[in-house]
């Protein structure tokens, strides 16, 4: 379905020019090699260097693989990856084709190499995944390994289907009608639609493993259909390189490397349908020394997301997530263009996205934890990102992710190595039209969201600006466009700094602000005339310089 056009007022059309002033501008000064952008990092980045690989070329079809689409290739895909890693690696060569074929498990030195024209379609039969740590193996796998690649053109098709439940709520009644009719069960509240009955009843049959001493992976499979594998994860692994592939149809996460440094992906597509459950495009789980560059992606859920889990030591001092650039990427559909979280308790520390286009997305720049799978986040910096048609928020900082709840009275929660902190972000040159919100900033009363710096950034929403729990928040040149006669709402938000704030004509108030916690509110260089600058029951707390 099409959403409505939420810029309905004059500023309309002044805004629009104005973004595709600064987009032309931007385009304009495109052309940036990886290498800039590693070296234009505003932390010191350390080199991202490519693996190399020997000259020699080791073809699927000298070990008998065949491209008709219906001959089960898994075998010679093993003796072909087998082969080039013990003599010395190479190329594995995927030519053009119809490829068919079970889990494929990288190994090290070796450039798994599909040509444009080749088509590599993972089975359906879910009984070649066998059970890997919990969870049915992953499509295309690596572990512990040093030089290796997945480059070429060619497409690889996860055939998530079989795997993934539908949700009613998303999908239109014609794709629901469909889906009913090539099988499957639905839930007995009716919103469901599992491919089978054993991934409905997956999660309920788990449960009766919790009491059992050391699980093999024999008592997990009658839960296999509910364990969804990863379509493509390298783990604990060192100089990787993706460039190239098209990757759809995932069963759950499409790329999702976990534990890896000095990693390169590059002109990498993702797609992902819009009701994919769980259908992230590309997710970097504590990985450091790494470049995501020139990717496009259609997903399900988050687009290019960050998470940090299990790190060892302290997360504050040695962040799993590391040393991140995301440089010149496209995010169509999906939950958040640029997302962090929601597990954080890894720490992460210098990300920087840059040069980036969301295009309808659920949130523009989503940044989510809560309560127990949270940690400290800090030294994180975009700029030049421009975003259009965001159905809920252009920017979002939320510590209640999923079922959290506010504290209720009397109710206190005591900081932990699983807090949620989110600290030392710095949004600049970002431009976004047609939000449902703008900005929204939601911090925990233990731990306010912190050191927030917005600079030159334009952003036209139905709802302006909201912020609570939160402190050292700086708006430098930001211009906020909304039918909304308060621009911004502050509850028990402090040392705020507004700095040559721009809004439209119908504003009447430039904040309003409550909760006991809220003070050092600072307007300054700001055009007050016909404004109310202060309400609410902390009006007290706003001062103009």
Same mark, same amino acid.
């Given at each position: 379905?099409?959403?409505?056009?939420?810029?309905?007022?004059?500023?309309?059309?002044?805004?629009?020019?104005?973004?595709?002033?600064?987009?032309?501008? @931007?385009?304009?000064?495109?052309?940036?090699?990886?290498?800039?952008?590693?070296?234009?990092?505003?932390?010191?980045?350390?080199?991202?260097?490519?693996?190399?690989?020997?000259?020699?070329?080791?073809?699927?079809?000298?070990?008998?693989?065949?491209?008709?689409?219906?001959?089960?290739?898994?075998?010679?895909?093993?003796?072909?990856?087998?082969?080039?890693?013990?003599?010395?690696?190479?190329?594995?060569?995927?030519?053009?084709?119809?490829?068919?074929?079970?889990?494929?498990?990288?190994?090290?030195?070796?450039?798994?190499?599909?040509?444009?024209?080749?088509?590599?379609?993972?089975?359906?039969?879910?009984?070649?995944?066998?059970?890997?740590?919990?969870?049915?193996?992953?499509?295309?796998?690596?572990?512990?390994?040093?030089?290796?690649?997945?480059?070429?053109?060619?497409?690889?098709?996860?055939?998530?289907?079989?795997? !993934?439940?539908?949700?009613?709520?998303?999908?239109?009644?014609?794709?629901?009608?469909?889906?009913?009719?090539?099988?499957?069960?639905?839930?007995?509240?009716?919103?469901?639609?599992?491919?089978?009955?054993?991934?409905?009843?997956?999660?309920?049959?788990?449960?009766?493993?919790?009491?059992?001493?050391?699980?093999?992976?024999?008592?997990?499979?009658?839960? !296999?259909?509910?364990?969804?594998?990863?379509?493509?994860?390298?783990?604990?692994?060192?100089?990787?390189?993706?460039?190239?592939?098209?990757?759809?149809?995932?069963?759950?996460?499409?790329?999702?490397?976990?534990?890896?440094?000095?990693?390169?992906?590059?002109?990498?597509?993702?797609?992902?349908?819009?009701?994919?459950?769980?259908?992230?495009?590309?997710?970097?789980?504590?990985?450091?020394?790494?470049?995501?560059?020139?990717?496009?992606?259609?997903?399900?859920?988050?687009?290019?997301?960050?998470?940090?889990?299990?790190?060892?030591?302290? @997360?504050?001092?040695?962040?799993?997530?590391?040393?991140?650039?995301?440089?010149?990427?496209?995010?169509?559909?999906?939950?958040?263009?640029?997302?962090?979280?929601?597990?954080?308790?890894?720490?992460?520390?210098?990300?920087?996205?840059?040069?980036?286009?969301?295009?309808?997305?659920?949130?523009?720049?989503?940044?989510?934890?809560?309560?127990?799978?949270?940690?400290?986040?800090?030294?994180?910096?975009?700029?030049?990102?421009?975003?259009?048609?965001?159905?809920?928020?252009?920017?979002?900082?939320?510590?209640?992710?999923?079922?959290?709840?506010? @504290?209720?009275?009397?109710?206190?929660?005591?900081?932990?190595?699983?807090?949620?902190?989110?600290?030392?972000?710095?949004?600049?040159?970002?431009?976004?039209?047609?939000?449902?919100?703008?900005?929204?900033?939601?911090?925990?009363?233990? !731990?306010?969201?912190?050191?927030?710096?917005?600079?030159?950034?334009?952003?036209?929403?139905?709802?302006?600006?909201?912020?609570?729990?939160?402190?050292?928040?700086?708006?430098?040149?930001?211009?906020?466009?909304?039918?909304?006669?308060?621009?911004?709402?502050?509850?028990?938000?402090?040392?705020?700094?507004?700095?040559?704030?721009?809004?439209? @004509?119908?504003?009447?108030?430039?904040?309003?602000?409550?909760?006991?916690?809220?003070?050092?509110?600072?307007?300054?260089?700001?055009?007050?005339?016909?404004?109310?600058?202060?309400?609410?029951?902390?009006?007290?707390?706003?001062?103009?310089?």
């Amino acid at each position: 379905m099409m959403k409505k056009n939420l810029l309905k007022w004059p500023a309309t059309a002044a805004l629009v020019s104005l973004l595709f002033v600064h987009y032309a501008n @931007a385009q304009q000064s495109t052309g940036h090699d990886m290498e800039y952008y590693i070296t234009h990092a505003p932390f010191k980045m350390p080199a991202v260097t490519e693996p190399h690989f020997n000259s020699k070329i080791y073809n699927i079809k000298d070990y008998g693989a065949v491209a008709d689409g219906q001959t089960l290739n898994t075998a010679a895909f093993e003796k072909a990856i087998t082969a080039c890693s013990t003599g010395g690696g190479g190329t594995v060569l995927i030519p053009p084709g119809l490829w068919l074929t079970g889990p494929i498990e990288l190994k090290s030195n070796v450039n798994l190499h599909a040509d444009r024209g080749a088509l590599i379609t993972f089975s359906t039969d879910h009984t070649l995944y066998p059970i890997v740590n919990g969870k049915a193996q992953t499509l295309l796998s690596g572990t512990k390994l040093e030089n290796v690649a997945i480059t070429g053109e060619g497409v690889y098709d996860g055939g998530g289907e079989t795997w !993934r439940p539908l949700k009613k709520s998303k999908a239109s009644p014609t794709l629901w009608s469909d889906m009913l009719k090539a099988g499957g069960v639905v839930s007995k509240d009716g919103s469901m639609l599992w491919p089978t009955k054993e991934a409905m009843e997956g999660e309920e049959y788990l449960k009766t493993l919790k009491g059992k001493a050391n699980p093999t992976a024999q008592d997990y499979l009658p839960a !296999r259909d509910f364990l969804r594998p990863t379509m493509v994860s390298v783990q604990n692994s060192k100089n990787v390189l993706i460039d190239g592939p098209t990757f759809k149809n995932s069963p759950q996460f499409a790329l999702n490397p976990k534990n890896c440094t000095n990693m390169i992906i590059r002109n990498v597509t993702i797609f992902n349908e819009y009701w994919a459950q769980n259908g992230d495009a590309i997710d970097l789980s504590s990985c450091k020394n790494s470049v995501v560059y020139r990717c496009t992606v259609h997903a399900g859920d988050d687009g290019i997301c960050m998470k940090s889990s299990g790190g060892k030591g302290d @997360a504050l001092n040695d962040a799993a997530l590391k040393n991140i650039v995301i440089a010149d990427c496209i995010v169509y559909h999906a939950h958040g263009g640029f997302v962090i979280g929601s597990n954080t308790d890894g720490g992460m520390q210098n990300v920087y996205v840059t040069n980036c286009n969301f295009v309808n997305t659920d949130v523009g720049i989503r940044v989510k934890s809560s309560r127990g799978r949270g940690g400290p986040v800090r030294d994180i910096y975009i700029d030049n990102v421009y975003m259009h048609d965001i159905l809920n928020e252009a920017v979002l900082f939320s510590t209640y992710y999923e079922d959290e709840k506010p @504290a209720q009275p009397g109710q206190k929660f005591e900081v932990n190595s699983k807090t949620p902190i989110f600290s030392d972000f710095y949004i600049s040159h970002v431009y976004g039209s047609g939000a449902k919100s703008a900005i929204s900033i939601t911090g925990l009363p233990e !731990r306010p969201v912190s050191k927030i710096h917005f600079s030159d950034v334009v952003l036209s929403a139905t709802k302006p600006v909201d912020i609570t729990e939160a402190s050292t928040i700086t708006m430098d040149n930001v211009k906020i466009l909304s039918p909304q006669k308060t621009l911004i709402t502050a509850n028990n938000a402090w040392d705020i700094s507004l700095k040559n704030i721009s809004f439209d @004509a119908n504003v009447n108030t430039l904040i309003n602000a409550t909760g006991e916690k809220s003070k050092g509110i600072t307007v300054s260089d700001t055009d007050l005339k016909n404004v109310k600058v202060g309400a609410g029951s902390a009006a007290g707390a706003v001062k103009v310089k």
